[in-house]
């Protein structure tokens, strides 16, 4: 039995480190604009998610919240990979909030480190959302850039 456990949480972690990698991308090509509005979104789902009775199973149905892994990840890469903005700025959010807390108090040496992984896209969401990077197209035509 403890080979099968082991089977199942190896399997998780390379699940959820593909999907990061597929979240980074997203949140790479979002336009400029979207990041502070993910940023807020981020915001709200990690609070949203620890109010919840099982945080690590935010975003999964009520009728599945005894499964082993929730649903939370899978339904916010699906939604990352929308054409709309969005509609991807939610699914990220829902993503994050839903990866965070799965991962949050792990004793597995993978899972800490896809933690880790997790709060250094949080902060890469903080800086690219920053007013000083966001305006970064208004700032050449100021009188000082000239000088």
């Not at 709200?44 to 009775?53: K, L, T």
């Not at 990979?81 to 108090?105: C, M, Q």
Request: proline letters at 6%.
């Amino acid at each position: 039995m403890r080979l099968v456990t082991h089977l199942i949480a190896v399997n998780r972690e390379i699940r959820l480190r593909r999907q990061l990698a597929d979240i980074e991308r997203v949140v790479l090509a979002l336009p400029v604009r979207t990041h502070a509005d993910l940023q807020q979104l981020v915001r709200r789902e990690m609070e949203q998610a620890a109010a919840c009775d099982f945080p690590h199973l935010y975003g999964t149905p009520p009728e599945e919240r005894y499964s082993t892994y929730g649903h939370g990840p899978d339904l916010g890469l699906g939604k990352a990979r929308s054409d709309n903005p969005l509609i991807a700025t939610r699914g990220v959010a829902l993503w994050i909030a839903a990866v965070y807390h799965e991962t949050l108090d792990s004793r597995r040496p993978g899972m800490e480190e896809l933690h880790r992984q997790v709060l250094r896209l949080m902060r890469q969401i903080k800086e690219l959302s920053a007013p000083d990077r966001r305006d970064f197209g208004a700032e050449w035509m100021e009188p000082s850039a000239l000088a």
